[in-house]
């Protein structure tokens, strides 16, 4: 498993800004169809998806802008 996880790292870091825009735009698109698909599953759980949202936006924040701020 982490010889896989090395692979895939390996090859991201030749990723260009095409490959992630296409990455983010495969995921958005992604999430899309699955909240399309699970409307109602989703809406029943909003407060635990919000608050799984707010969480790690605010941790990705912090990693960005305090921890790795170099």
Known sequence: MKNL????????????????????????SLGILLGASF???????????LTIFIVSYIWILYKTFIKYKN
């Open 39 to 49: 409307s109602q599953f989703f809406l029943n759980h909003l407060s635990i998806i």
């Open 5 to 28: 996880i090395n692979k895939i790292l390996n090859a991201s870091r030749n990723y260009t800004i095409l490959d992630y825009s296409l990455l983010k735009i495969c995921l958005i």
